[in-house]
């Protein structure tokens, strides 16, 4: 079988370029990319044609910040419904936080979640497992286990490790495994009864504020960390100037730490609460708009690495409550394409970092193949239409939850067309 | 056209200064009746008032209820004791529930800020908000400036100092809108753990020493301070607090000559206010209480009177 993507513009991550050309699949992998001959369709029949002029051609996008949801809250998102979400925001690899219930701290969880994800036939799922057991931040989980079935990082998201002892050992003994250790960066003692970023927003609309520090503080103690073992720290995402100032630090120190943000904490800032939605509320919460500045800067200039959606499908039991009662979180997968877009119509970043960003980075920090379009590599890719303007409406989202606070808003930027391995897996 | 143009009472941010002035002056024909030998008025006849309190409340509570009743609505109480809130109801579906009723207005107290304005949302009836979480109390808000007013003779230019928990009280922070709105030139004072972050932004003055904060004030409003639902981390404790940050005669002196003392209710005798106060000539504290009824009147009439709802 052979796939003729024709005349499109191809973002190429590596590079940092982007030039028209078409591509040509045969079977699950890219053949050729170039100018090819037009004379092929008459000399073989079974070319399928796929026009994509006017249109960007992306590597398939990589997320390594999503919950599932799977096992144990299937009414929120199963690993099918968001896988399927997935590719339709452009996604063909998501990486899925340990969090469920039960939690994935064993080979158990971690095959199941792979072959939940075999079966659903969609985006490529990678599962981070816990960095201890049941979460509790005591002992270990058993990382070479976990690795050999499938694992491909740890992560209390969630349920931040505050036992800096606990945190060592669990660089030391990833890095020996070739596991990625994500850091959910807070302090408990200081954001706790907290709903929303402390500043003057909290207190003109008298909510219970969570101060910067209680991330900076966590950020600060895993670099150092990561300093003292010389092993690599993943810090998930950022929301303030201070962490960025102090990863920017920590870059330069030399010590191996990378970065991701979520979209919302560059598209949307703390004044965004007034009024109480609690589609507004996330955990980091939304920041000042200093904050929001910094995090731009951060991502242009190369301090964070990665742009990955925190995607926390919550249903309206959760969500449709007192807002100091609402769970945290929303979801992300199906907007993270559009929000990046707004970023490189604003100038802040060139296209191919934008998506560098959502695939080739984030693949380097999992140590996972994807995030370029290269002849040999399989076709993983998105067509994307950057012009196409829409207003996003909640029944045209896939994911199980709704929890957006984009609903209504108007977008710019859509997938058009997913591929995974040659095969079209989502097409509008 | 009506003369209040709002479904509902949610927060001091909500209304004009015109707002605020005609439920003041409304407020004042309507205090007359109190004093009648026959305390109700058939203004409100066959209007339902739903009070509907998830937290504990004496003052608030019996302070609409009366109002109601004098104005010759039906009430009736709810509180989350005995409402389908143990049984696991949501807010939205207690608030639904109601409204098949039909109900005119309802009165919500609830720990959550933001609870009114879900409600709002939420019901085709009227909501005022009797208190949100650490957000706002703004019938509180609006019974202090009728007393201000009523002893003053005015509010803007007036010199007044909030003395306590700035952070956690929801009286403070609608009392704050409500004078800055009306000109008066506030100032707030209290330990730095009880001042919030960005308070300065309404353009008022903060000192944390109170005797200093004290000086030359023509109103001074003190707020409870609520030990029993802060952590020792925010204050070492009542004593420490009685010591440094109580309000005493002496301090009192500081002000000026014919200062007045308020205070929301209920009172902790001997921390924040010494009791030598509480029971001196300035005091007006029970002269809010009974302005509370009159304002409340005054803002039911507002949104449920008439005919044209």
Not at chain 1, 207 to 218: C, K
Not at chain 2, 163 to 168: C, L
Not at chain 2, 240 to 245: G, H, L, N, S, V
Request: proline fraction near 5%; charge should be neutral.
């Amino acid at each position: 079988m052979i796939t003729w993507i024709r005349s499109g513009s191809i973002v190429d991550t590596l590079k940092g370029l982007i030039r028209k050309a078409d591509i040509l699949i045969k079977d699950d992998i890219i053949s050729a990319i170039g100018i090819i001959p037009s004379e092929l369709k008459q000399k073989n029949q079974r070319v399928k044609i796929i026009d994509a002029e006017g249109m960007l051609i992306i590597p398939g996008l990589i997320d390594m910040h999503v919950h599932l949801r799977e096992p144990g809250h299937e009414y929120k998102e199963t690993i099918l419904s968001g896988s399927i979400a997935a590719v339709s925001g452009g996604f063909t690899s998501i990486a899925c936080m340990p969090n469920t219930d039960p939690v994935n701290d064993n080979r158990a969880v971690t095959e199941f979640i792979i072959r939940r994800g075999k079966s659903a036939g969609f985006a490529k799922i990678y599962p981070i497992a816990c960095i201890s057991k049941k979460q509790e931040g005591k002992t270990l989980t058993e990382f070479g286990d976990i690795k050999d079935a499938g694992a491909v990082g740890v992560s209390d998201d969630g349920m931040p490790v505050i036992n800096s002892e606990l945190m060592r050992r669990a660089t030391e003994y990833a890095s020996y495994h070739g596991l990625t250790i994500i850091s959910h960066s807070e302090d408990t003692s200081l954001s706790r009864g907290g709903v929303m970023n402390e500043g003057d927003i909290s207190t003109a609309i008298g909510l219970t504020g969570i101060p910067s520090i209680n991330e900076e503080i966590m950020v600060s103690r895993d670099i150092l960390i990561a300093k003292f073992t010389k092993c690599p720290v993943h810090i998930a995402h950022v929301s303030t100037a201070g962490s960025v100032e102090i990863i920017k630090r920590g870059k330069e120190a030399g010590i191996l730490v990378t970065a991701e943000t979520a979209p919302h904490y560059f598209t949307l800032d703390h004044r965004a609460v007034t009024g109480y939605d609690s589609n507004t509320k996330m955990n980091p919460p939304l920041r000042t708009p200093e904050d929001v500045l910094a995090i731009k800067n951060g991502l242009a200039d190369g301090i964070i690495d990665a742009i990955a959606t925190d995607h926390a499908p919550h249903s309206t039991l959760e969500k449709d409550v007192e807002f100091d009662k609402a769970a945290f979180g929303i979801i992300g997968l199906e907007t993270a394409l559009p929000l990046t877009l707004a970023l490189v119509r604003a100038g802040v970043i060139s296209l191919p970092e934008a998506i560098k960003k959502l695939s080739l980075n984030p693949a380097r920090i999992l140590g996972i193949p994807g995030g370029q379009l290269e002849p040999g590599l399989p076709a993983d890719l998105a067509i994307i239409n950057p012009d196409y303007e829409y207003i996003l409406k909640k029944e045209d989202i896939l994911s199980k939850s709704k929890n957006s606070p984009f609903i209504g808003k108007a977008l710019k930027g859509r997938n058009e067309l997913t591929m995974i391995g040659g095969k079209i897996v989502w097409e509008r | 056209m009506r003369l209040f143009e709002h479904k509902d009472l949610l927060s001091i941010d909500q209304l004009s200064i015109a707002d605020i002035e005609l439920i003041l002056d409304m407020a004042e024909s309507f205090k007359e009746i109190s004093n009648r030998d026959i305390k109700k008025v058939p203004t409100l006849r066959g209007k339902t008032v739903v009070n509907l309190f998830y937290e504990p409340s004496t003052r608030t509570r019996s302070s609409f209820e009366i109002a109601a009743k004098r104005l010759s609505a039906d009430t009736f109480n709810l509180s989350s004791s005995n409402s389908s809130t143990i049984k696991g109801e949501t807010l939205i579906d207690t608030g639904m529930n109601l409204q098949a009723m039909n109900p005119d207005v309802i009165i919500l107290r609830h720990s959550s800020t933001g609870a009114p304005h879900m409600m709002a949302k939420a019901v085709s009836s009227g909501v005022i908000n009797a208190g949100d979480g650490i957000n706002e109390h703004p019938t509180q808000a609006l019974l202090d400036l009728f007393t201000i007013r009523e002893k003053k003779g005015r509010i803007e230019g007036l010199k007044i100092v909030i003395i306590g928990d700035i952070s956690h009280s929801r009286v403070a922070k609608s009392n704050i809108k409500g004078l800055k709105k009306l000109g008066a030139d506030v100032t707030v004072s209290g330990p730095p753990t009880m001042v919030p972050i960005g308070i300065e932004n309404y353009g008022i003055n903060v000192i944390h020493n109170p005797s200093e904060a004290i000086r030359k004030k023509d109103v001074i409003m003190l707020l409870r301070i609520q030990f029993e639902r802060q952590s020792n981390i925010l204050f070492p404790g009542i004593r420490e607090y009685a010591k440094y940050f109580g309000v005493t005669r002496k301090m009192i002196e500081l002000a000026n000559d014919d200062a007045i003392i308020m205070h929301p209710g209920p009172i902790n005798r001997g921390v924040e206010l010494a009791s030598e106060v509480i029971d001196s000539p300035g005091s007006v504290i029970l002269e809010q209480v009974k302005n509370g009824v009159a304002i409340r009147m005054a803002i039911l009439y507002l949104l449920i009177g008439g005919s044209s709802k």
